[in-house]
């Protein structure tokens, strides 16, 4: 292989600057041809006829089994392709072009020394890009080679940009997870309980009013438990606050594994108070659920020397189910859950009250 000089005496093989080539030639020489010949008179006809060109740099490689890596080495954007050479065809060596991921894109002319059809045909279906008979026109040759230059560099400059869109999809793609699951992760937060971990008040309102409105679709019926831990005051004052946070963190624990239900939601609705939402859920089954809630709790056995319902922390419990209509809202429940509450705390606390706010308390569970 030997590299031809150009007229302005730049060593061979350097490699000019094509960034912003488009449409630029006066910003240096951005088509970069390689004419791969065996002829060393040919190489030089075509020389002479580039030499002036300042947007054209010309390399010569006169060995084929050179021309791929010479193609490669140069970074050429035009390949002027010899058929007839010694020891490799010129058509065996376009396929060889096409075949190398590197040289896959690279226009080829093919340099033929026949204006024949069929050779024609050949080449096209080889991978040739254009065909001209040699020696060529110098204007027509000019032309060939900056409109192959010129549509190669534009490929290759859409293939960067795609690359680097790409690439910043799979970054965005990566930033839109990470919000996503900052999200879920911050919604998961904001409506839970930083003490206990249960479902914060907030939480409760807006699953409340989901399930009453999925209660009157359904028709079904809702249940609402409220529970108070029993001289909690007096638990603090005995045993320190630090001592009376771990208790509400053992009781919101032991009333979160009682219910079992997806549907089913204990939240702490403030302070040593607890929410129970129960849907689809009959009076008598929510006080099943909070019968079983003042046995886990007892349980429990955590001391409190100074209740007056039990040596041990209890609860207190009121019970209010509805079936839910659209004239009224989820205040009735509540109301009649926070009733029955107090009234179970003025019955001797450690008790549940039952209520069915559509006709008297149905059931007293307290001594
Ligand atoms: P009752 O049996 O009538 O419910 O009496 P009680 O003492 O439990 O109720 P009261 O409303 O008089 O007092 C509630 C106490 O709960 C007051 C407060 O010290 C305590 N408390 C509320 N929130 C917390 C908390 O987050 N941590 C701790 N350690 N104590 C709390
Ligand atoms: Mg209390
Ligand atoms: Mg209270």
Same mark, same amino acid.
């Given at each position: 292989?030997?590299?031809?000089?150009?007229?302005?005496?730049? +060593?061979?093989?350097?490699?000019?600057?094509?960034?912003?080539?488009?449409?630029?030639?006066?910003?240096?020489?951005?088509?970069?041809?390689?004419?791969?010949?065996?002829?060393?008179?040919? +190489?030089? /006809?075509?020389?002479?006829? %580039?030499?002036?060109?300042?947007?054209?740099?010309?390399?010569?490689?006169?060995?084929?089994?050179?021309?791929?890596?010479? +193609?490669?080495?140069?970074?050429?954007?035009?390949?002027?392709?010899?058929?007839?050479?010694?020891?490799?065809? /010129?058509? !065996?060596?376009?396929?060889?072009?096409?075949?190398?991921?590197?040289?896959?894109?690279?226009?080829?002319?093919?340099?033929?020394?026949?204006?024949?059809?069929?050779?024609?045909?050949?080449?096209? +279906?080889? /991978?040739?890009?254009?065909?001209?008979?040699?020696?060529?026109?110098?204007?027509? %040759?000019?032309?060939?080679?900056?409109?192959?230059?010129?549509?190669? #560099?534009?490929?290759?400059?859409?293939?960067?940009?795609?690359?680097?869109?790409?690439?910043?999809?799979?970054? &965005? *793609? =990566?930033?839109?997870?990470? %919000?996503?699951?900052?999200?879920?992760?911050?919604?998961?937060?904001?409506?839970?309980?930083? %003490?206990?971990?249960?479902?914060?008040?907030?939480?409760?309102?807006? !699953?409340?009013?989901?399930?009453?409105?999925?209660?009157?679709? *359904?028709?079904?019926? &809702?249940?609402?438990?409220?529970?108070?831990?029993?001289?909690?005051?007096?638990?603090?004052?005995?045993?320190?606050?630090?001592?009376?946070?771990?208790?509400?963190?053992?009781?919101?624990?032991? #009333?979160?594994?009682?219910?079992?239900?997806?549907?089913?939601?204990?939240?702490?609705?403030?302070?040593?108070?607890?929410?129970?939402?129960?849907?689809?859920?009959?009076?008598? /089954?929510? #006080?099943?659920?909070?019968?079983?809630? &003042?046995?886990?709790?007892?349980?429990?056995?955590?001391?409190?020397?100074?209740?007056?319902?039990?040596?041990?922390?209890?609860?207190?419990?009121?019970?209010?189910?509805?079936?839910?209509?659209?004239?009224?809202?989820?205040?009735? #429940?509540?109301?009649?859950?926070?009733?029955?509450?107090?009234?179970?705390?003025?019955?001797?606390?450690?008790?549940?009250?039952? =209520?069915?706010?559509?006709?008297?308390?149905?059931?007293?569970?307290?001594?």
């Amino acid at each position: 292989m030997t590299t031809e000089t150009d007229t302005n005496g730049e +060593a061979p093989g350097k490699v000019s600057s094509r960034e912003g080539a488009l449409g630029c030639a006066d910003e240096g020489r951005w088509a970069i041809v390689l004419l791969v010949d065996d002829q060393a008179m040919v +190489a030089e /006809g075509i020389r002479r006829m %580039l030499a002036d060109e300042p947007d054209i740099e010309f390399h010569y490689c006169s060995d084929p089994k050179q021309a791929v890596r010479e +193609a490669v080495a140069v970074k050429a954007t035009v390949i002027l392709q010899d058929l007839v050479m010694p020891d490799i065809d /010129g058509m !065996t060596l376009v396929r060889f072009y096409r075949n190398n991921p590197t040289t896959r894109d690279i226009p080829i002319i093919v340099l033929s020394s026949k204006d024949d059809p069929t050779i024609k045909s050949d080449a096209f +279906a080889n /991978g040739a890009t254009d065909y001209l008979v040699k020696l060529p026109e110098k204007i027509e %040759l000019l032309a060939r080679i900056r409109a192959h230059a010129k549509s190669y #560099l534009a490929l290759k400059e859409r293939d960067t940009a795609f690359r680097a869109m790409k690439k910043m999809q799979g970054q &965005l *793609s =990566a930033i839109n997870n990470e %919000l996503a699951h900052s999200n879920r992760e911050l919604k998961r937060l904001s409506s839970m309980d930083g %003490l206990t971990g249960l479902a914060n008040r907030r939480q409760f309102d807006e !699953t409340l009013e989901q399930e009453w409105q999925r209660a009157i679709r *359904s028709e079904l019926p &809702l249940s609402l438990l409220f529970a108070d831990i029993d001289y909690f005051k007096r638990y603090n004052d005995s045993y320190g606050h630090q001592a009376g946070d771990d208790c509400l963190k053992k009781v919101a624990d032991s #009333l979160q594994k009682t219910v079992h239900r997806p549907a089913d939601l204990v939240s702490r609705y403030g302070g040593e108070e607890f929410v129970m939402i129960l849907p689809d859920t009959i009076s008598e /089954g929510a #006080l099943t659920i909070a019968e079983k809630m &003042l046995k886990n709790i007892a349980d429990l056995k955590v001391p409190h020397k100074n209740s007056d319902s039990a040596d041990h922390v209890t609860l207190s419990i009121g019970v209010a189910t509805l079936y839910p209509e659209e004239s009224s809202g989820t205040d009735e #429940l509540i109301k009649t859950a926070d009733k029955m509450l107090y009234k179970a705390k003025e019955n001797g606390r450690n008790c549940i009250e039952v =209520a069915h706010p559509r006709t008297a308390p149905i059931k007293s569970a307290c001594p």
